[in-house]
């Protein structure tokens, strides 16, 4: 249960966040959004009730999904928006990359700072971005296990999800630090403006950063609304699982699908509505509910310890073949690195809120 709120908990919010990837994008390919000022813009957006109607037409479009079942919408919609994103993402990184200046952001990218690799929060910031970004604990993996062949193999799944979502975080990495730099490029002190721009967060980058660099390369309109249809895709391609996993609980408790998604639709439009009028609401809940995730995670490795890392590896786990089947490695990581890896960031969670 707690596993199924903490997910619901996030939805209500995550649906605010989709329905501003869609204002984006069409606000860019119909309203010129390129040619306005970014950050009044966003202040201008943000402080309006139209969040509150982008946050209804993004749960709209989730629930129909959902309510064409899972091979048919879920399925389908994703064997459209995981490929179309990657392509999406992999045209924006070519035209970034190739911007005057954006060989400095490679460099600064990919260039390692060994002398960071003994700060703790580093290591911390790169696993609660892991925990969050793969999913882990949310419980939707569980719900999709169901409608699975019995033949899966959930090593490769889980290995084939890992290598996927940090390929398309490489890609956006290629995309937007390229462009930072090609912005500020020929400036003095860029590293240092470039680090002020990443440290204003996802939110300041994605909204009010990403449309004025856009703003400043040729057909940087296409080229933003390719961003923004890339961010669409991505937001959709997790909320449809977040909505399926809530509403398959109201199936399972005997309700008809579409009772069940009236009543899941509902109450995430209701329940978001804080969220869509108050960024302050918004980053509470985005703080609170990323630390019930780490705690709603720490319950499926709880529960692997109960049974034993050995005995649910051999018998509980489907039988698998290949290269990929699990090991002792699996033991040990279950024993030892997992629950290091919880308590770590459960309490760095403690302490920055503390501070």
Same mark, same amino acid.
């Given at each position: 249960?707690?596993?199924?709120?903490?997910?619901?908990?996030?939805?209500?919010?995550?649906?605010?966040?989709?329905?501003?990837?869609?204002?984006?994008?069409?606000?860019?390919?119909?309203?010129?959004?390129?040619?306005?000022?970014?950050?009044?813009?966003?202040?201008?957006?943000?402080?309006?009730?139209?969040?509150?109607?982008?946050?209804?037409?993004?749960?709209?479009?989730?629930?129909?999904?959902?309510?064409?079942?899972?091979?048919?919408?879920?399925?389908?919609?994703?064997?459209?928006?995981?490929?179309?994103?990657?392509?999406?993402?992999?045209?924006?990184?070519?035209?970034?990359?190739?911007?005057?200046?954006?060989?400095?952001?490679?460099?600064?990218?990919?260039?390692?700072?060994?002398?960071?690799?003994?700060?703790?929060?580093?290591?911390?910031?790169?696993?609660?971005?892991?925990?969050?970004?793969?999913?882990?604990?949310?419980?939707?993996?569980?719900?999709?296990?169901?409608?699975?062949?019995?033949?899966?193999?959930?090593?490769?799944?889980?290995?084939?999800?890992?290598?996927?979502?940090?390929?398309?975080?490489?890609?956006?990495?290629?995309?937007?630090?390229?462009?930072?730099?090609?912005?500020?490029?020929?400036?003095?002190?860029?590293?240092?403006?470039?680090?002020?721009?990443?440290?204003?967060?996802?939110?300041?980058?994605?909204?009010?950063?990403?449309? !004025?660099?856009?703003? *400043?390369?040729?057909? +940087?309109?296409? %080229? #933003?609304?390719? /961003?923004? $249809?890339? &961010?669409?895709?991505? @937001?959709?391609?997790?909320?449809?699982?977040?909505?399926?996993?809530?509403?398959?609980?109201?199936?399972?408790?005997?309700?008809?699908?579409?009772?069940?998604?009236?009543?899941?639709?509902?109450?995430?439009?209701?329940?978001?509505?804080?969220?869509?009028?108050?960024?302050?609401?918004?980053?509470?809940?985005?703080?609170?509910?990323?630390?019930?995730?780490?705690?709603?995670?720490?319950?499926?490795?709880?529960?692997?310890?109960?049974?034993?890392?050995?005995?649910?590896?051999?018998?509980?786990?489907?039988?698998? !073949?290949?290269?990929? *089947?699990?090991?002792? +490695?699996?033991? %040990? #990581?279950?024993? /030892?690195? $997992?629950? &290091?890896?919880?308590? @770590?960031?459960?309490?760095?969670?403690?302490?920055?809120?503390?501070?």
């Amino acid at each position: 249960a707690y596993v199924v709120w903490v997910t619901a908990a996030i939805t209500f919010y995550y649906t605010v966040v989709a329905g501003w990837c869609i204002k984006y994008f069409f606000a860019t390919c119909c309203q010129g959004l390129i040619k306005k000022t970014p950050v009044d813009f966003w202040n201008h957006f943000s402080s309006s009730w139209e969040p509150v109607l982008f946050h209804f037409f993004a749960i709209g479009i989730g629930c129909a999904i959902i309510y064409a079942g899972v091979v048919k919408g879920i399925e389908r919609a994703n064997k459209f928006f995981i490929p179309s994103l990657f392509f999406l993402l992999i045209i924006a990184c070519i035209r970034s990359i190739s911007l005057q200046g954006a060989i400095e952001g490679l460099n600064f990218l990919f260039d390692p700072n060994l002398s960071q690799m003994g700060d703790i929060k580093v290591w911390l910031n790169a696993l609660s971005q892991a925990a969050w970004s793969t999913g882990a604990g949310w419980g939707l993996m569980l719900t999709y296990s169901i409608y699975s062949h019995e033949k899966e193999n959930p090593s490769l799944t889980a290995s084939t999800l890992g290598f996927g979502n940090n390929m398309a975080s490489l890609l956006a990495a290629m995309t937007v630090i390229p462009a930072i730099f090609s912005y500020f490029a020929f400036q003095a002190n860029t590293k240092e403006q470039v680090m002020n721009v990443i440290e204003q967060g996802d939110l300041g980058l994605t909204f009010t950063w990403i449309p !004025t660099l856009f703003s *400043k390369i040729p057909a +940087g309109t296409f %080229f #933003l609304a390719v /961003f923004f $249809l890339a &961010l669409c895709f991505a @937001a959709f391609s997790s909320l449809i699982s977040m909505l399926e996993l809530i509403t398959r609980v109201f199936i399972d408790a005997g309700l008809q699908r579409k009772k069940a998604i009236l009543i899941v639709g509902s109450t995430c439009f209701i329940l978001g509505i804080p969220s869509a009028l108050s960024m302050g609401f918004f980053e509470n809940q985005d703080w609170v509910w990323g630390l019930g995730l780490v705690i709603s995670g720490s319950f499926f490795i709880l529960l692997v310890l109960k049974i034993g890392p050995k005995k649910f590896r051999k018998e509980i786990m489907p039988e698998v !073949t290949g290269k990929l *089947k699990p090991g002792k +490695g699996f033991d %040990f #990581l279950v024993k /030892f690195l $997992l629950p &290091l890896q919880i308590l @770590a960031m459960l309490g760095w969670w403690f302490w920055d809120s503390y501070k």
